[in-house]
């Protein structure tokens, strides 16, 4: 059974950084394309980055450099460093591995001044 576990939201204001932390079981992110997700009010889920097993990662063209996919294959976990954050960004973020049909809770991201 394949579980991730969300977390490292927060609110912070305009410009500021959070590090996103999903902690995978059931699966090894090392053998699996990881994916960020995330879902505003009202709003469908977007994509937001995938890390492959090889090659370079991809970003949704909204995150324009501000964000970074990433994995630690010893603690089976990935993360998404975020950067200048905007009002925008203020949605519950989720991770998924591809092919995968399994979601975690999601962490809240909220930018506000």
């Known amino acids: 059974q394949v579980q991730l576990v969300e977390s490292g939201g927060g609110v912070v204001q305009p410009g500021g950084s959070l590090r996103l932390s999903c902690a995978v079981s059931?699966?090894?992110?090392?053998?699996?394309?990881m994916s960020w997700y995330r879902q505003a009010p009202g709003n469908e889920r977007e994509w937001v980055a995938t890390i492959p097993r090889a090659a370079l990662s991809t970003y949704a063209g909204f995150v324009k450099g501000r964000f970074t996919i990433s994995r630690d294959n010893n603690k089976n976990t990935v993360y998404l460093q975020m950067n200048s954050l905007q009002f925008e960004d203020t949605a519950v973020y989720y991770c998924k591995a591809l092919g995968w049909n399994s979601w975690g809770q999601g962490t809240q991201v909220t930018v506000s001044s």
């Open positions: 059931g699966l090894y992110v090392s053998r699996n394309a």
